[in-house]
């Protein structure tokens, strides 16, 4: 089945940077979109970034541009956002998911805060 794991989160000061990972299994990662998306604390999930299968295309939310990056390794079948000038507002769990399959990951915890 579609197994998706998250990595890389923890607390970091305002204006840090942080990398997550996910690594997905039980579907053709080179063949799908990947995304990454977020909760913050009482707040819906939203989606973040975007990644077509072939990297040749990259979508961003107003909220991230210009400080994410999203990328992607289909030899690994992991997708990684690297993540910059880190916010208060950027506090939140992120997730990352092929659009198109129903499945999420567990999440991974990211708190910025001094």
């Known amino acids: 089945q579609v197994q998706l794991v998250e990595s890389g989160g923890g607390l970091v000061q305002p204006g840090g940077s942080l990398r997550l990972s996910c690594t997905a299994s039980?579907?053709?990662?080179?063949?799908?979109?990947m995304a990454w998306y977020r909760r913050p604390p009482g707040k819906e999930r939203e989606e973040i970034a975007r990644?077509?299968?072939?990297?040749?295309?990259?979508n961003y939310a107003d909220s991230v541009k210009g400080r994410f990056t999203i990328s992607r390794d289909n030899a690994k079948n992991t997708v990684t956002l690297q993540m910059n000038s880190l916010k208060p507002e950027d506090t939140a769990v992120y997730y990352c998911?092929?659009?198109?399959?129903?499945?999420w990951g567990q999440g991974t915890q990211v708190t910025v805060s001094s």
């Open positions: 998911r092929a659009p198109t399959l129903s499945s």
């Open positions: 990644i077509s299968s072939s990297s040749s295309s990259t």
């Open positions: 039980g579907f053709t990662f080179s063949s799908r979109t």
